[in-house]
């Protein structure tokens, strides 16, 4: 018996000491994996999106800039014809 039971206790140690490893391995291939993905997400965000994001920025702004110009000018004749009916109204009301 005490045979078997040191052949146990062995058997019991060695599974203790491989899942020790294995534990080990996956927390070593964990780590890996997590750093190549953050290596992944900068490499993207450091080039071709910030591209992208600087393209559209600029398109977008063009195009408010063209739309505020637009505005303007429409803002310009409406104040400029609301004058012209406002002096116009004066005119007549008190007959000049």
Partial sequence: MDENKKNIEQSLEEGVDKAKEMANNIGEDAKEAINS???????????ENVENIKEKASEIVGEASEQLADLAEDAKEGVEEAVKKGKNFFQRLFGK
């Avoid at 993905?37 to 080039?47: M, R, T």
């Fill in 37 to 47: 993905a953050k290596e992944k997400i900068s490499e993207v965000l450091s080039s």
